[in-house]
């Protein structure tokens, strides 16, 4: 250990800090491609007070420190710095409270978001937030980023499930946000602003958020579509008629022959596109508006449910054996969606690139997965070209850059063309405010 990890791990119980080399270099990336700077080390974190001391001993010493979760994040957003101590907040996996009756938990960040659905659904409740890294990703990496799913077209982001924050600030300083009421308005509402800032204002100790009753019934739509732009037109009338579906996903060709290449689904050689919409009670009448299908199935059992949405869940395990992958998140209004999924087929067919489109469609938010050779450094140029103009075009239409994975360090370079001189300016002063000496992910997400 050099003196400063021994001053660390003096104000910390043994075992929290880790030195060795390699061990460390395991928590210095996340899911992207983007090569991580060099920590002094990480800290395994199993309390609030191992956060305190940590982020004490940081301000003191003026040391960056990158906060941590399950490191499944899309973005760059938990890659690690030169000089920096990793904070993993993995160990701390406790439901401290489950309320049937006002229907909230309060989680500490490492708890896995399947698991809190888990433990909901045996009191007829769940947690709405669905990403579809549900089974590995953590509560507090959702947070941070504002992470969405598949089910956001119907409860959101993770945003409006999250009450009230634990947090502990730059200097150690302990931040209690929100409240556990349905309602409140009292001051700013700094627990929407930690959520999605992407550890660059606080790191998360607990959160207290909202669970929703579970459906008793829900049934699922799978249609098969020869043209990706119709599959596009059968989710703007299946929104337009008011059928309120909980999930409404769309894949391209690209996606699902990487599926069945894997899975054998059956693929049929006319399939361009597959629509997945699921709803409370009847599904009968999203089926009918999927009329230029070219086949539609409806679940009969919850089982037959589960299957036809498993196949959406594995489309980026697919794509990854295709090659790396970057994986983007454009998001653009609802109404627009068949120009937007055209535009990133005809940039996909100008620069040569394979881009494999799958898209939480009911919310219009896009994912673009930019596959290229591996074992390069990063992405070639003509896949930073043609993701360019996939952004520009979703800011043309009305859109955003990201609408949960968050901007990270991969499209830090895009974020003036969204946010504007003065919006930067607002950012930067927030930042100053919460750490004056930029040492919480320094160089991330603004």
């Given at each position: 250990?050099?003196?400063?990890?021994?001053?660390?791990?003096?104000?910390?119980?043994?075992?929290?800090?880790?030195?060795?080399?390699?061990?460390?270099?395991?928590?210095?990336?996340?899911?992207?491609?983007?090569?991580?700077?060099?920590?002094?080390?990480?800290?395994?974190?199993?309390?609030?007070?191992?956060?305190?001391?940590?982020?004490?001993?940081?301000?003191?010493?003026?040391?960056?420190?990158?906060?941590?979760?399950?490191?499944?994040?899309?973005?760059?957003?938990?890659?690690?710095?030169?000089?920096?101590v990793v904070l993993s907040l993995a160990?701390?996996?406790?439901?401290?409270?489950?309320?049937?009756?006002?229907?909230?938990?309060?989680?500490?960040?490492?708890?896995?978001?399947?698991?809190?659905?888990?433990?909901?659904?045996?009191?007829?409740?769940?947690?709405?937030?669905?990403?579809?890294?549900?089974?590995?990703?953590?509560?507090?990496?959702?947070?941070?980023?504002?992470?969405?799913?598949?089910?956001?077209?119907?409860?959101?982001?993770?945003?409006?499930?999250?009450?009230?924050?634990?947090?502990?600030?730059?200097?150690?300083?302990?931040?209690n946000t929100g409240r556990r009421t349905?309602?409140?308005?009292?001051?700013?509402?700094?627990?929407?602003?930690?959520?999605?800032?992407?550890?660059?204002?606080?790191?998360?100790?607990?959160?207290?958020?909202?669970?929703?009753?579970?459906?008793?019934?829900?049934?699922?739509?799978?249609?098969?579509?020869?043209?990706?732009?119709?599959?596009?037109?059968?989710?703007?009338?299946?929104?337009?008629?008011?059928?309120?579906?909980?999930?409404?996903?769309?894949?391209?060709?690209?996606?699902?022959?990487?599926?069945?290449?894997?899975?054998?689904?059956?693929?049929?050689?006319?399939?361009?596109?597959?629509?997945?919409?699921?709803?409370?009670?009847?599904?009968?009448?999203?089926?009918?508006?999927?009329?230029?299908?070219?086949?539609?199935?409806?679940?009969?059992?919850?089982?037959?449910?589960?299957?036809?949405?498993?196949?959406?869940?594995?489309?980026?395990?697919?794509?990854?054996?295709?090659?790396?992958?970057?994986?983007?998140?454009?998001?653009?209004?609802?109404?627009?969606?068949?120009?937007?999924?055209?535009?990133?087929?005809?940039?996909?067919?100008?620069?040569?690139?394979?881009?494999?489109?799958?898209?939480?469609?009911?919310?219009?938010?896009?994912?673009?997965?930019?596959?290229?050779?591996?074992?390069?450094?990063?992405?070639?140029?003509?896949?930073?070209?043609?993701?360019?103009?996939?952004?520009?075009?979703?800011?043309?239409?009305?859109?955003?850059?990201?609408?949960?994975?968050?901007?990270?360090?991969?499209?830090?370079?895009?974020?003036?063309?969204?946010?504007?001189?003065?919006?930067?300016?607002?950012?930067?002063?927030?930042?100053?405010?919460?750490?004056?000496?930029?040492?919480?992910?320094?160089?991330?997400?603004?």
């Amino acid at each position: 250990m050099t003196e400063l990890t021994s001053a660390l791990a003096a104000a910390l119980p043994d075992g929290r800090v880790l030195t060795d080399p390699d061990v460390v270099d395991s928590y210095a990336r996340d899911r992207t491609f983007v090569p991580p700077g060099r920590p002094l080390g990480v800290v395994l974190a199993q309390s609030r007070d191992d956060v305190v001391a940590t982020m004490r001993w940081a301000s003191e010493h003026r040391v960056p420190v990158v906060p941590r979760g399950a490191g499944t994040g899309l973005a760059g957003g938990a890659t690690a710095v030169d000089g920096c101590v990793v904070l993993s907040l993995a160990r701390m996996t406790a439901i401290r409270e489950l309320s049937p009756q006002d229907e909230i938990a309060v989680v500490e960040p490492g708890v896995i978001t399947a698991d809190l659905d888990r433990a909901a659904r045996e009191h007829g409740l769940m947690y709405a937030p669905d990403p579809s890294s549900y089974e590995i990703s953590t509560i507090g990496g959702n947070l941070a980023t504002n992470a969405g799913g598949l089910r956001c077209v119907k409860y959101g982001v993770t945003r409006d499930s999250a009450l009230g924050l634990e947090v502990v600030l730059a200097d150690g300083r302990v931040l209690n946000t929100g409240r556990r009421t349905m309602k409140g308005v009292t001051g700013y509402d700094l627990t929407g602003l930690f959520v999605g800032s992407e550890g660059t204002l606080g790191v998360i100790t607990a959160a207290t958020v909202r669970l929703r009753r579970a459906p008793r019934e829900l049934a699922t739509v799978a249609a098969e579509f020869t043209s990706l732009r119709d599959a596009a037109a059968a989710v703007s009338a299946i929104v337009a008629a008011g059928c309120q579906p909980s999930m409404l996903e769309l894949m391209d060709r690209t996606t699902l022959q990487a599926i069945d290449d894997w899975k054998n689904i059956g693929l049929e050689p006319s399939t361009r596109a597959m629509l997945i919409a699921q709803a409370e009670g009847s599904a009968d009448e999203m089926a009918a508006l999927c009329g230029a299908a070219s086949f539609v199935a409806v679940s009969s059992t919850p089982e037959e449910a589960a299957e036809l949405i498993g196949i959406r869940r594995l489309a980026y395990q697919a794509k990854e054996r295709l090659g790396q992958c970057l994986v983007e998140d454009v998001c653009v209004p609802r109404s627009v969606l068949p120009e937007m999924i055209t535009t990133i087929e005809e940039v996909a067919a100008r620069h040569g690139v394979m881009i494999a489109t799958v898209a939480h469609a009911g919310d219009g938010n896009v994912h673009p997965v930019f596959v290229f050779d591996r074992g390069l450094a990063e992405p070639p140029e003509e896949v930073w070209t043609a993701a360019d103009e996939v952004f520009r075009a979703a800011l043309d239409l009305g859109g955003t850059l990201t609408g949960e994975h968050g901007v990270g360090l991969l499209k830090k370079r895009w974020l003036g063309l969204e946010t504007g001189p003065v919006a930067a300016e607002l950012h930067q002063g927030i930042k100053q405010v919460f750490d004056p000496l930029n040492i919480l992910n320094p160089g991330k997400a603004i």
